[in-house]
């Protein structure tokens, strides 16, 4: 059972707090209890979540600590970054990837997506759309939650990142 003031990661919404612990009627369904999520970084978004849903409660995650982020920071250069050419399949590979919830896969996706992208432009085209939604949407995931764990705003999480992998490189 999640804790009012908790932090956990939530499908594609990234970092919430559960603001809340309630019952609900939504529509005919009937009363329900819910967790109420809000993002940590739109507080505009509140997600009602069924405490009795399986399937939800599977997207609901609890944070990396500060020493599994540092872990996995470290592991960043080796992470495996192999391109699949198909693109129906690198769609539902990435797709899947993102509903995991899998960090290291995470990492190893964005990799992917940041040297293809990288390559695609270098010969004067622009990466695909749906490629570029995936890596938007994986960087979120990262960095959201990499910031409310190290205590920074999103945007400072990538330069934090690459500092590390100099000064370790």
């Given at each position: ?91 539902e590979y ?21 040297v293809h ?13 749906a490629d ?38």
């Amino acid at each position: 059972m999640l804790k009012i003031g908790e932090k956990v990661l939530y499908g594609a919404a990234g970092a919430c707090t559960v603001t809340d612990i309630c019952t609900k009627k939504f529509g005919d369904a009937g009363e329900r209890e819910y967790y109420v999520l809000v993002p940590v970084y739109d507080s505009r978004t509140t997600l009602y979540v069924p405490v009795d849903n399986e399937a939800l409660q599977a997207k609901i995650r609890k944070l990396l600590s500060a020493e599994e982020i540092d872990a996995l920071i470290s592991s960043m250069p080796a992470a495996e970054s192999s391109w699949i050419s198909d693109e129906k399949a690198r769609q539902e590979y990435f797709k899947n990837t993102l509903r995991s919830g899998d960090r290291r896969a995470l990492i190893g996706m964005t990799k992917s997506l940041y040297v293809h992208r990288n390559k695609v432009l270098k010969m004067g085209r622009k990466p695909h759309m749906a490629d570029e939604r995936m890596f938007k949407e994986a960087e979120k995931l990262i960095c959201d939650e990499f910031a409310v764990v190290l205590g920074m705003e999103p945007g400072e999480v990538l330069p934090y990142i690459m500092r590390r992998l100099e000064a370790k490189g």
